[in-house]
């Protein structure tokens, strides 16, 4: 995955940056990171917010545990909550 194509995610899920580099999924949001590298593939799950730092990419979850993973080794971002589409959602029969 390239930069842009990390931050045109972020973007369409309604992240914001803050001051220290973090951008952060709105209230309720997150998102799980598919990383593979020689074959071997993990994932990240519940990521509130991410840090990109050149190659680096630091996912931060609610816990404040840390993941740090290769930006090109990230081939896909699964986004979670009602804030994952960036507008809201309406159930049927609830207004």
């Known amino acids: 995955m390239t930069g842009d194509h990390l931050d045109s995610i972020l973007k369409a899920a309604g992240a914001r940056a ?8 709105p ?3 997150a998102m799980t990171l598919h990383v593979a590298h020689d074959g071997a593939s ?4 519940r990521v509130e917010a ?3 730092d050149g190659e680096l990419v630091f996912a931060r979850n609610a816990k404040r545990d840390l993941f740090v993973v290769v ?4 081939y896909a ?6 804030a994952s589409v960036g ?4 159930r049927a029969g609830f207004g």
């Open 18 to 25: 803050d001051k220290e580099g973090w951008v952060a999924l």
């Open 27 to 29: 209230e309720g949001g």
């Open 42 to 45: 993990m994932t990240v799950p």
């Open 50 to 52: 991410l840090r990109q």
């Open 71 to 74: 930006r090109s080794d990230v």
């Open 77 to 82: 971002v699964a986004l979670e909550g009602e």
């Open 87 to 90: 507008r809201a959602v309406r």
